[in-house]
């Protein structure tokens, strides 16, 4: 049993507990031992604003994808072939098309004189162009389309193993529609969302592309100041240091979720 998980464990130690050791070590060394560079982090404001944007911009992009998703799921869930493959067809299209051409894609489409100004004006919504790219707005609108198949399928993956007949059973009981479905289904998905949650949060804290074209320089993310520290001032220890405190900040929401719902029944393994 021993031999049989050696490559596995050999492939964890190369591509995770060399890569992530190296980091750490980087952080704290510089031209010697060192703690300068998580010192700038906790006291300089630059670094609070990046990482409290981040953050913010990962909950509204998660809670957004949610409202999204949750219909989308429940609606390939229940739909009878053909319709549910068609259904998860278009969630699944966008892996087809790689994140910087859809980047790109929004920032055509939100730019002054994009499509979304001019059917709001030609609808008589607005009557000057609104700014929708290289800011916080595009920033989210982007990164929601583009999340919004990681929070689609785990949540599709919990609801197809909701048996029907409990709603058929709420039903015979006097239960409404909309009772049976909050007191019975939601409940019942509640691993789906709880995974989806995380999913989408943990990627939009390390999200880079989107956030570069769509925010133009004004929306700065953590991963922006990790790049910066690199290629602009060639401080890979600081760029370490914000990537360590990054990971410590997504294994702590692990942690934290792990103890609200068990990471394998999380992921469906239960």
Same mark, same amino acid.
């Given at each position: 049993?021993? @031999?049989?998980?050696?490559?596995?464990?050999? *492939?964890?130690? %190369?591509?995770?507990?060399?890569?992530?050791?190296?980091? $750490? %070590?980087?952080?704290?060394?510089?031209?010697?031992?060192?703690?300068?560079?998580?010192?700038?982090?906790?006291?300089?404001?630059?670094? &609070?604003?990046?990482?409290?944007?981040?953050?913010?911009?990962?909950?509204?992009?998660?809670?957004?994808?949610?409202?999204? #998703?949750?219909?989308?799921?429940? $609606?390939?869930?229940?739909?009878?072939?053909?319709?549910? *493959?068609?259904?998860?067809?278009?969630?699944?299209?966008?892996?087809?098309?790689?994140? =910087?051409?859809?980047?790109?894609? &929004? =920032?055509? =489409?939100?730019?002054?004189?994009?499509?979304?100004?001019?059917?709001?004006?030609?609808?008589?919504?607005?009557?000057?162009?609104?700014?929708? *790219?290289?800011?916080?707005?595009?920033?989210?609108? %982007?990164?929601?389309?583009?999340?919004?198949?990681?929070?689609?399928?785990? @949540?599709?993956?919990?609801?197809?193993?909701?048996?029907?007949?409990?709603?058929?059973?709420?039903?015979?009981? +006097? #239960? +409404?529609?909309?009772? !049976?479905?909050?007191?019975?289904?939601?409940?019942? !998905?509640?691993?789906?969302?709880?995974?989806? =949650?995380?999913?989408?949060?943990?990627?939009?804290?390390?999200?880079?592309?989107?956030?570069?074209?769509?925010? +133009?320089?004004?929306?700065?993310?953590? !991963?922006?100041? *990790?790049?910066?520290?690199?290629?602009?001032?060639?401080?890979?220890?600081? $760029? !370490? %240091?914000?990537?360590?405190?990054?990971?410590?900040?997504?294994?702590?929401?692990?942690?934290?979720?792990?103890?609200?719902?068990?990471?394998?029944?999380?992921?469906?393994?239960?």
């Amino acid at each position: 049993m021993t @031999l049989l998980a050696a490559p596995a464990v050999l *492939v964890i130690v %190369a591509l995770v507990v060399i890569p992530v050791g190296w980091l $750490a %070590a980087q952080s704290i060394y510089d031209n010697g031992f060192t703690l300068e560079h998580y010192r700038r982090i906790f006291t300089e404001e630059v670094y &609070w604003r990046s990482f409290a944007l981040t953050f913010r911009i990962a909950l509204m992009v998660t809670v957004l994808t949610l409202l999204l #998703g949750y219909p989308v799921a429940y $609606a390939a869930a229940h739909a009878k072939r053909p319709w549910n *493959v068609l259904i998860l067809a278009c969630v699944m299209l966008p892996f087809w098309t790689s994140v =910087l051409v859809r980047a790109y894609a &929004w =920032l055509v =489409l939100l730019q002054r004189t994009g499509v979304a100004n001019q059917l709001l004006e030609r609808f008589g919504l607005i009557t000057e162009p609104l700014a929708m *790219v290289h800011n916080e707005l595009g920033t989210v609108i %982007a990164t929601v389309h583009i999340l919004l198949p990681f929070m689609v399928l785990p @949540l599709y993956s919990t609801m197809q193993k909701i048996p029907r007949e409990l709603m058929l059973a709420g039903a015979s009981l +006097g #239960g +409404g529609p909309l009772y !049976s479905f909050l007191r019975i289904f939601l409940p019942l !998905s509640l691993p789906g969302v709880v995974a989806g =949650l995380t999913l989408v949060f943990v990627l939009t804290l390390g999200f880079y592309i989107t956030p570069e074209l769509l925010g +133009g320089g004004r929306t700065v993310m953590i !991963s922006m100041v *990790v790049s910066r520290n690199v290629e602009l001032y060639a401080q890979w220890g600081a $760029a !370490s %240091a914000v990537g360590v405190v990054l990971l410590t900040c997504v294994l702590a929401i692990f942690a934290a979720v792990g103890r609200i719902i068990p990471l394998d029944k999380m992921l469906g393994q239960k």
